[in-house]
């Protein structure tokens, strides 16, 4: 256990706050330095870990986030999963264009946020929600 934090179980926390958005940076943190990420990689999934809770919490209108370790039998990393029930994702390709923005958060956008880490998932459907996962392994 890590600051209060099993890393043997997936971590849940709500986003439905600007407070929450610093919870899940804090967990996300605390998980990267258990799994011996480097600093720089540390720093590349909080931040994409903020963007993506904020998307969640202004776009999404709030939902939860699922922070957990993973292994592949060579490196260990950290894998996040962020969900909402929110309005979806119109236009998915515009969304993960380079440099688009509706404003607001960090200005990363989910192409910034896609590009601070290993792995990226997304599904979305409009009128159901978003469901984002993202990967960061250890060098």
Known sequence: MTAGVDLGQPQAQAIRSD??????RQLVRTVAVAVKLSLV?????VTAASELA??????????????STVDNGVRRGVRIVF?????????LDLALT????TGGG???GLSGA?????????????GE????TVTKWSR
Request: proline share 2%; glycine share 16%.
């Open 19 to 24: 407070e929450d958005v610093v919870r899940v």
């Open 41 to 45: 990689d540390q720093t590349k999934v």
């Open 54 to 67: 904020r998307n969640t919490l202004v776009y999404g209108g709030g939902g939860t986030v699922e922070v």
């Open 83 to 91: 969900a909402d029930s929110g309005p979806g994702i119109a236009d």
């Open 98 to 101: 380079d440099g688009y923005t």
């Open 106 to 108: 960090l200005g990363l």
């Open 114 to 126: 896609r590009r601070l880490v290993d792995e990226f998932d997304i599904q979305t459907a409009v």
């Open 129 to 132: 929600g978003t469901r984002i």
